[in-house]
């Protein structure tokens, strides 16, 4: 298939791409958390082209992103916590999930009488959805298991000849997915951590829960978001995460990474702004500033996708406290290192 790229997004690009979605075609925009994959919500057949360009399981559902925080037409009842968290967050990254009504199809919840539904605050993705005039499913625009894509660039690469159309040429706010929170009547449960905290809704009064497979490794327990199970982030080469303190951090990751560069393998080392002078071998990218975690998530998976450009065998990540939005970020770590961690 031709996919047509535009580095803009101004009103005629827009309008062209939702006359694509319209007619039932999938198209890559850019939203403040990722880029997105998306096709008109409505449209079985439209969305079945999404699973198929990113390789994506059946079960795996696709978030709604609505241009209205009004979504009575798609979800059954909004509990009173919901409404405070829509008043607070929306437009922005966090998606909800919610009894679905008739109107959704099922193919998209994978079989689930819920759906996941987010009004993205990213102007360029409003616009177009209000152009389409439908919902519009957006998983990542990123072949299924790969890191998140945050630039254009990001995205031709994996899906040019996939899709029918890429937009826009901005770099993601974010560069985390967004939170998925379960909500219930007096709790909400977060699926997936982003920028929107456990801490930022504990401060509304709402009382939250951490679904127990966010940090840890799987073994028998079925997260409760169908996505988290599957394998995700991952660059191509092994990768380790190294925690503690942070001296010993680095002492240790020197000693692995010449280790390393002996047996003749390439080492890529992902460090931060403090601590990039500190490393002697391999390839070493930092990540942002240790005082700024927002900067840290926006360059993770570009990151990422550079030591998968640049050619490693083996990736070694010093470590950020799981707490406020170090939480989304020592999640997407761990599963691109398949959470292979060394506590120090
Ligand atoms: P992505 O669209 O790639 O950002 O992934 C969407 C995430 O939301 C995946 O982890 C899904 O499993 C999760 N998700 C979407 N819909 C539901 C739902 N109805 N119930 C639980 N998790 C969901
Ligand atoms: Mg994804």
Known sequence: MDTKVYYIDNDAVINEAAYLIKKGETVVFPTETVYGLGANA???????????????????????????????????????????????????????????????????????????????????????????????????????????????????????????????????????????????????????????????????????????????SLGDVVPKSPGMKYKHYAPDSDMTIVTGDLNKVIDYINNEAKKIALEGKRVGIIATNETLGEYHNGTVLSIGSRGNLNEVASKLFDVLREFDKIGVDYILSEGFIDEGVGLAIMNRLKKAAGHKVIKL
């Open 42 to 216: 409505l449209d079985e057949k439209a969305c079945e082209k999404i699973f198929m360009a990113k390789g994506r399981p059946q079960d795996n559902p696709l978030i709604v992103h609505v241009d209205n925080k009004d979504i009575s037409k798609f979800v059954k009842s909004i509990p009173e916590n919901v409404k405070i968290l829509i008043d607070r967050f929306w437009p922005g990254p966090l998606t909800i999930i919610l009894e679905k009504k008739d109107i959704i199809p099922d193919s998209i919840t994978g079989g689930l009488k819920s759906v996941a539904i987010r009004m993205p605050e990213s102007t360029i993705a409003r616009k177009l959805i209000k152009a389409s005039g439908v919902p519009i499913a957006a998983p990542s625009a990123n072949l299924s298991g790969k890191p998140s894509p945050t630039t254009i660039d990001h995205c031709i690469r994996d899906l040019s000849g996939r899709v029918s159309m890429i937009i826009g040429g901005v770099e993601c706010r974010c560069g985390l997915e967004s939170t998925v929170v379960e909500a219930g009547e007096t709790s909400v449960t977060i699926l997936r951590p982003g920028e929107v905290t456990k801490e930022m809704i504990e401060d509304l009064g709402i009382k939250v829960d951490i679904d127990p497979t966010i940090m840890e």
